[in-house]
């Protein structure tokens, strides 16, 4: 596997060889400014932490994947940091972080820049807590139980260039206020350009964005050590897509995403308590609830928030009054939660379970989802719990309660059962 190679630099002309250079400021949008702004401040770890997490998510986004053998990639980011006697002791443990998120090889390289190294930032220790706000239904759910639990509560968001969800998140806010949970809200536009200096690079080369958890956890646990969140920075993800198990074998491995999973919260909570010295908890409240339980605290308290939410990988790309393409993975599984409790009001840009599937090509994306989903349901239907674990020896890690997993995930397929034998089109899919 050949490695590709990124430079960052926050000033000057150095490019060290590399034909991919991002520059804060420039090409580069790292979110220091408004965090300085919100805070009041900005200690040179903070910047460091905040540099290198938006380059590597810059670094993902412009590097595309190949075919097959080729998803996987190889990476090289050369980042400058003031704290490399901070950082440099934990970089392997980012480098494994990050081959866990998003599959592929990472070598970081901290190169030392002039400037103070922090002495931690004082903050008065809060019993509240941080929550990492996308803007989909899961986030949501989260802000509404915590919001009526939580003495002090805040949203963490980031967002692209996408004005979609930048006004997603500000409408479910408003909507949250409506209900009388108003937490502060702290939104960070963290993105990258095609301009100087890597005008000829696109960045939406790679629409997969695995690392893009790094990068909102960086932002939740920054924000969360100014509040003086000592206990929780919470990432809300229902079970199914949070352990996110490979729907066929064709799916195993470097095609299957993790960027939830509890291995990847583990690591996470290594690196950033090592590199801050702090001891901050990351949770996912939500890892043993299905989409649809999940779904099910929404659709009780802000009925009307669920179809402004987003849940598609592809929201970004829409066009015309369509908000989610109907036939990803994370659609057919927000159907299928919506449904369990009513209709579902969101606007698909395909109907997926309306239309003919016998008649759908072999090729359509909308078929293939819909039938390795099926083939799950189908197998774990029919699995015993050693054979799950022989299917799945994912499932052994010290960070997965199996036995909870498992009960999961047959709740969710009993549910997709469910919803899906409702339409008379789908016959051929669940037999």
């Not at 047959?410 to 469910?418: G, H, I, N, V, Y």
Request: aromatic share 6%; charged share 25%; proline share 4%.
């Amino acid at each position: 596997m050949k490695a590709r190679s990124v430079f960052v630099r926050r000033s000057g002309k150095e490019t060290g060889g590399c034909s991919i250079v991002l520059e804060a400021g420039a090409n580069l949008q790292t979110g220091e400014t408004k965090f300085q702004k919100t805070f009041g401040g900005l200690t040179t770890l903070e910047a460091d932490l905040l540099l290198v997490a938006s380059s590597i998510f810059a670094a993902d986004r412009c590097l595309s994947r190949g075919e097959r053998e080729d998803f996987a990639r190889g990476i090289e980011i050369s980042v400058p940091v003031v704290n490399a006697g901070r950082l440099e002791p934990v970089r392997r443990l980012l480098e494994e972080l990050l081959r866990t998120l998003s599959n592929d090889s990472w070598r970081i390289a901290f190169r030392q820049e002039s400037g103070t190294p922090e002495t931690e930032p004082t903050a008065v220790p809060s019993s509240g807590a941080t929550l990492l706000f996308s803007g989909g239904l899961d986030s949501l759910a989260a802000a509404i139980e915590l919001g009526t639990t939580v003495s002090e509560l805040q949203l963490v968001s980031h967002t692209t260039r996408n004005q979609r969800t930048s006004a997603t998140q500000d409408e479910l806010v408003l909507l949250l206020q409506s209900i009388g949970i108003d937490p502060p809200h702290r939104k960070f536009q963290v993105t990258s350009s095609s301009k100087a200096p890597a005008a000829n690079v696109s960045f939406d080369a790679e629409s997969s964005q695995r690392t893009r958890s790094f990068l909102f956890l960086t932002l939740g646990v920054l924000c969360a050590r100014r509040a003086g969140h000592k206990d929780v920075v919470y990432l809300a993800e229902n079970g199914q897509l949070a352990i996110h198990l490979p729907l066929t074998p064709a799916r195993i491995g470097a095609f299957s995403t993790h960027t939830a999973h509890p291995d990847v919260l583990a690591k996470a909570k290594t690196f950033f308590n090592s590199a801050l010295r702090t001891d901050l908890h990351i949770a996912n409240p939500y890892v043993h609830k299905t989409k649809a339980e999940v779904t099910k605290v929404v659709w009780d308290r802000l009925l009307v928030a669920i179809p402004k939410t987003t849940s598609c990988w592809k929201t970004a790309r829409m066009v015309g009054g369509a908000t989610h393409c109907g036939a990803c993975i994370p659609c057919i599984v927000r159907r299928i939660a919506i449904e369990s409790h009513g209709m579902d009001s969101t606007s698909y840009e395909r109907n997926l379970f309306t239309e003919p599937f016998a008649s759908l090509g072999e090729t359509d994306d909308g078929r293939r989802n819909l039938a390795d989903l099926a083939e799950f349901v189908m197998r774990v239907e029919n699995f015993s719990d050693v054979e799950f674990m022989t299917e799945w020896p994912d499932l052994y890690s010290a960070q997965i309660a199996r036995a909870d997993v498992i009960a999961m995930y047959r709740r969710a397929c009993a549910e997709a059962r469910k919803v899906l034998s409702k339409y008379s089109s789908l016959d051929p899919v669940l037999t």
